[in-house]
Protein backbone atom coordinates (compact mmCIF):
# COMPACT_ATOMS: atom_id res chain seq x y z
CA UNK A 1 0.00 0.00 0.00
CA UNK A 2 1.32 3.24 -0.75
CA UNK A 3 0.04 6.43 -0.07
CA UNK A 4 0.05 9.85 -1.25
CA UNK A 5 2.50 12.55 -0.12
CA UNK A 6 0.63 15.83 0.63
CA UNK A 7 3.53 18.31 -0.56
CA UNK A 8 3.33 22.57 0.46
CA UNK A 9 2.63 23.89 -3.16
CA UNK A 10 3.67 27.52 -3.67
CA UNK A 11 0.67 29.56 -1.89
CA UNK A 12 -0.48 26.74 0.36
CA UNK A 13 0.59 25.92 3.75
CA UNK A 14 0.24 22.02 4.08
CA UNK A 15 2.70 20.59 6.07
CA UNK A 16 1.86 16.33 5.86
CA UNK A 17 4.63 14.47 4.37
CA UNK A 18 3.28 10.73 4.14
CA UNK A 19 5.68 7.83 3.04
CA UNK A 20 4.74 4.14 2.00
CA UNK A 21 5.73 1.57 4.59
CA UNK A 22 8.17 0.37 2.65
CA UNK A 23 9.76 3.78 2.18
CA UNK A 24 9.62 4.14 5.77
CA UNK A 25 10.90 0.79 7.17
CA UNK A 26 14.57 1.43 4.37
CA UNK A 27 14.58 4.64 6.32
CA UNK A 28 15.02 3.33 9.80
CA UNK A 29 12.22 5.19 11.50
CA UNK A 30 11.21 4.29 14.80
CA UNK A 31 7.42 4.64 16.14
CA UNK A 32 6.59 7.87 17.45
CA UNK A 33 7.00 8.23 20.94
CA UNK A 34 3.91 9.28 23.62
CA UNK A 35 6.11 12.48 24.42
CA UNK A 36 6.61 13.35 20.75
CA UNK A 37 2.67 12.85 19.78
CA UNK A 38 2.16 14.95 22.22
CA UNK A 39 4.48 17.94 21.03
CA UNK A 40 2.63 16.90 17.29
CA UNK A 41 -0.77 17.07 18.35
CA UNK A 42 -1.61 13.64 17.44
CA UNK A 43 -3.96 11.38 19.00
CA UNK A 44 -2.60 7.81 19.59
CA UNK A 45 -4.87 5.97 17.00
CA UNK A 46 -3.54 9.02 14.27
CA UNK A 47 -0.19 7.96 15.06
CA UNK A 48 -0.66 4.30 15.28
CA UNK A 49 -2.19 5.06 11.91
CA UNK A 50 0.73 7.18 10.72
CA UNK A 51 3.45 4.88 11.94
CA UNK A 52 2.09 2.28 10.01
CA UNK A 53 1.53 4.45 6.86
CA UNK A 54 5.09 6.14 7.16
CA UNK A 55 4.29 9.83 8.61
CA UNK A 56 7.59 11.30 8.82
CA UNK A 57 8.55 12.26 12.55
CA UNK A 58 11.60 10.54 13.55
CA UNK A 59 14.98 9.41 12.14
CA UNK A 60 17.47 7.28 13.31
CA UNK A 61 21.38 8.09 12.34
CA UNK A 62 22.44 11.69 10.55
CA UNK A 63 20.15 14.16 9.05
CA UNK A 64 19.89 14.07 5.52
CA UNK A 65 18.21 16.58 2.55
CA UNK A 66 15.30 14.56 2.07
CA UNK A 67 13.13 17.50 3.45
CA UNK A 68 14.67 20.01 0.99
CA UNK A 69 14.61 17.95 -1.94
CA UNK A 70 10.63 17.67 -1.13
CA UNK A 71 10.43 21.30 -0.70
CA UNK A 72 12.27 22.15 -4.37
CA UNK A 73 10.19 19.33 -5.94
CA UNK A 74 7.06 20.92 -4.89
CA UNK A 75 8.44 23.89 -6.60
CA UNK A 76 10.43 25.80 -4.48
CA UNK A 77 13.72 27.00 -5.34
CA UNK A 78 15.18 28.57 -1.93
CA UNK A 79 14.53 26.49 0.75
CA UNK A 80 16.21 27.28 4.52
CA UNK A 81 16.57 25.33 7.76
CA UNK A 82 16.11 27.61 10.96
CA UNK A 83 16.45 26.85 14.46
CA UNK A 84 17.42 28.47 17.53
CA UNK A 85 19.92 28.38 20.22
CA UNK A 86 19.24 30.16 23.96
CA UNK A 87 15.19 29.90 25.13
CA UNK A 88 16.38 28.61 28.31
CA UNK A 89 18.85 30.67 29.69
CA UNK A 90 18.43 33.19 32.40
CA UNK A 91 20.74 35.77 30.80
CA UNK A 92 20.94 36.74 27.13
CA UNK A 93 19.61 37.00 24.03
CA UNK A 94 18.06 34.25 22.06
CA UNK A 95 19.52 33.65 18.76
CA UNK A 96 18.06 31.96 15.53
CA UNK A 97 19.94 31.09 12.22
CA UNK A 98 18.53 30.22 8.79
CA UNK A 99 20.70 28.38 6.32
CA UNK A 100 20.30 27.66 2.63
CA UNK A 101 22.57 24.60 1.70
CA UNK A 102 23.37 24.31 -1.66
CA UNK A 103 22.47 21.00 -4.19
CA UNK A 104 24.17 18.08 -2.52
CA UNK A 105 25.92 19.90 -0.11
CA UNK A 106 28.02 17.34 2.22
CA UNK A 107 29.88 18.49 5.55
CA UNK A 108 31.54 15.45 7.21
CA UNK A 109 30.43 15.39 10.57
CA UNK A 110 27.20 18.11 10.12
CA UNK A 111 24.85 16.84 12.79
CA UNK A 112 22.35 18.47 15.48
CA UNK A 113 24.50 20.44 18.05
CA UNK A 114 23.58 18.92 20.66
CA UNK A 115 24.93 16.01 19.79
CA UNK A 116 28.48 17.36 19.72
CA UNK A 117 31.66 18.33 21.20
CA UNK A 118 32.41 22.34 21.71
CA UNK A 119 35.04 21.67 19.71
CA UNK A 120 33.86 19.90 17.17
CA UNK A 121 30.55 22.49 16.45
CA UNK A 122 33.49 25.39 16.41
CA UNK A 123 35.11 23.56 13.23
CA UNK A 124 31.74 22.93 11.36
CA UNK A 125 30.53 26.77 12.51
CA UNK A 126 34.25 28.14 10.43
CA UNK A 127 33.10 25.65 8.04
CA UNK A 128 29.78 26.55 7.26
CA UNK A 129 30.21 30.14 7.32
CA UNK A 130 33.13 30.32 5.33
CA UNK A 131 31.30 28.59 2.52
CA UNK A 132 30.57 31.00 -0.18
CA UNK A 133 27.74 28.81 -1.28
CA UNK A 134 26.29 28.38 1.97
CA UNK A 135 23.81 31.33 2.48
CA UNK A 136 22.95 32.13 5.91
CA UNK A 137 21.86 34.33 8.31
CA UNK A 138 22.48 34.76 12.38
CA UNK A 139 19.51 36.65 13.98
CA UNK A 140 18.54 37.53 17.86
CA UNK A 141 16.04 38.57 19.86
CA UNK A 142 17.73 40.79 23.09
CA UNK A 143 16.91 40.32 26.44
CA UNK A 144 14.20 43.93 26.55
CA UNK A 145 12.51 41.86 23.62
CA UNK A 146 12.24 38.34 25.99
CA UNK A 147 11.05 40.03 28.55
CA UNK A 148 8.41 42.30 26.91
CA UNK A 149 7.37 39.61 24.29
CA UNK A 150 7.95 36.19 26.54
CA UNK A 151 10.57 34.21 25.44
CA UNK A 152 8.34 31.90 22.82
CA UNK A 153 6.98 35.15 20.79
CA UNK A 154 10.71 36.63 21.54
CA UNK A 155 12.64 33.41 19.65
CA UNK A 156 9.57 33.81 16.82
CA UNK A 157 10.65 36.97 16.16
CA UNK A 158 14.25 35.95 16.23
CA UNK A 159 13.92 33.15 13.67
CA UNK A 160 11.60 35.69 11.28
CA UNK A 161 14.38 38.39 11.46
CA UNK A 162 17.14 34.81 10.21
CA UNK A 163 14.90 33.82 7.52
CA UNK A 164 14.76 37.52 6.14
CA UNK A 165 18.26 38.42 6.55
CA UNK A 166 19.49 35.92 4.16
CA UNK A 167 21.31 37.12 1.39
CA UNK A 168 19.15 35.76 -1.42
CA UNK A 169 15.54 35.59 -0.03
CA UNK A 170 13.84 32.75 0.64
CA UNK A 171 10.60 30.98 -0.65
CA UNK A 172 10.29 28.22 1.86
CA UNK A 173 11.49 27.63 5.40
CA UNK A 174 11.96 23.75 7.26
CA UNK A 175 11.79 24.97 10.97
CA UNK A 176 12.45 23.03 14.02
CA UNK A 177 9.96 22.42 16.43
CA UNK A 178 6.39 23.26 16.60
CA UNK A 179 4.49 25.50 13.96
CA UNK A 180 5.46 29.44 14.15
CA UNK A 181 1.93 31.39 13.89
CA UNK A 182 2.19 34.09 11.57
CA UNK A 183 5.41 33.61 9.87
CA UNK A 184 5.58 35.33 6.87
CA UNK A 185 6.77 33.00 4.77
CA UNK A 186 5.52 29.36 3.51
CA UNK A 187 7.34 26.97 6.20
CA UNK A 188 6.81 23.43 7.09
CA UNK A 189 7.49 22.77 10.71
CA UNK A 190 9.70 19.30 12.00
CA UNK A 191 9.62 18.13 15.07
CA UNK A 192 13.58 16.87 16.37
CA UNK A 193 14.17 18.91 12.80
CA UNK A 194 18.18 19.45 13.94
CA UNK A 195 18.29 15.75 13.78
CA UNK A 196 16.65 14.73 10.42
CA UNK A 197 17.15 18.23 8.11
CA UNK A 198 20.98 19.09 7.15
CA UNK A 199 19.80 22.58 6.52
CA UNK A 200 18.21 23.03 10.08
CA UNK A 201 21.27 21.25 11.37
CA UNK A 202 23.41 23.70 10.04
CA UNK A 203 21.16 26.43 11.61
CA UNK A 204 21.61 24.79 14.89
CA UNK A 205 25.46 24.93 15.19
CA UNK A 206 25.46 28.18 13.38
CA UNK A 207 22.36 29.77 16.30
CA UNK A 208 25.12 28.01 19.15
CA UNK A 209 28.13 29.13 18.52
CA UNK A 210 27.00 32.38 17.25
CA UNK A 211 25.44 32.57 21.16
CA UNK A 212 28.63 30.39 23.18
CA UNK A 213 30.70 33.26 21.69
CA UNK A 214 28.58 36.27 22.66
CA UNK A 215 28.23 34.93 26.07
CA UNK A 216 31.93 34.65 26.32
CA UNK A 217 32.06 38.10 25.51
CA UNK A 218 29.67 38.81 28.32
CA UNK A 219 31.92 36.81 30.58
CA UNK A 220 34.85 39.34 29.80
CA UNK A 221 32.67 42.17 30.67
CA UNK A 222 31.07 40.01 34.24
CA UNK A 223 33.87 37.46 34.79
CA UNK A 224 32.10 37.26 38.30
CA UNK A 225 29.41 35.24 36.71
CA UNK A 226 30.90 32.79 34.46
CA UNK A 227 28.76 33.03 31.77
CA UNK A 228 31.76 31.78 29.16
CA UNK A 229 31.02 28.42 31.59
CA UNK A 230 27.17 27.71 31.32
CA UNK A 231 26.11 30.48 28.79
CA UNK A 232 23.66 32.08 31.20
CA UNK A 233 21.93 28.92 32.19
CA UNK A 234 20.73 28.48 35.94
CA UNK A 235 23.39 25.94 36.88
CA UNK A 236 24.26 26.17 40.88
CA UNK A 237 26.99 28.47 40.15
CA UNK A 238 24.96 31.01 38.34
CA UNK A 239 22.24 31.03 40.77
CA UNK A 240 25.13 31.36 43.33
CA UNK A 241 26.36 34.66 40.99
CA UNK A 242 23.37 36.32 41.20
CA UNK A 243 22.79 35.74 45.31
CA UNK A 244 26.47 37.39 45.27
CA UNK A 245 26.25 39.86 42.82
CA UNK A 246 22.81 40.42 41.57
CA UNK A 247 21.20 40.74 37.99
CA UNK A 248 23.11 42.68 35.06
CA UNK A 249 21.18 44.49 32.41
CA UNK A 250 21.87 40.76 30.42
CA UNK A 251 19.96 39.24 33.00
CA UNK A 252 16.07 38.16 32.05
CA UNK A 253 14.01 39.78 34.36
CA UNK A 254 10.76 37.84 33.48
CA UNK A 255 12.38 34.77 33.92
CA UNK A 256 12.47 32.83 37.98
CA UNK A 257 14.45 33.33 39.99
CA UNK A 258 15.99 36.58 38.47
CA UNK A 259 12.52 37.92 38.79
CA UNK A 260 12.31 37.30 42.32
CA UNK A 261 15.96 39.30 42.63
CA UNK A 262 14.49 42.47 40.93
CA UNK A 263 11.67 42.72 43.21
CA UNK A 264 12.29 45.38 45.71
CA UNK A 265 11.84 43.82 49.16
CA UNK A 266 8.76 45.58 51.02
CA UNK A 267 9.49 47.14 54.31
Not at 6 to 14: A, C, I, N, Q, V
Not at 100 to 123: H, Q, T, Y
Not at 230 to 250: D, E, S, V
Request: glycine letters at 8%; proline letters at 6%.
Amino acid sequence: MSVRRRLPRKGTESVDFLFSPEEWQRSGREEVSPTQRKAAGLSGAACREGHRMGVKTVVKGVPDMQAEQEAHEAGYLHVCGIDEAGRGPLAGPVMAAAVVLPAGFSLPGLNDSKKLSSRKREALYDALMGDDRVLKCVAQASVEEIDRLNILRATHLAMRRAAEGLPVAADFCLIDGLAVPGFPLPSRNIIKGDALCLSIAAASILAKVSRDRLMAELDREYPQYGFSRHAGYGTAAHLLALQKYGITPHHRRSFAPVAQMALPFSS
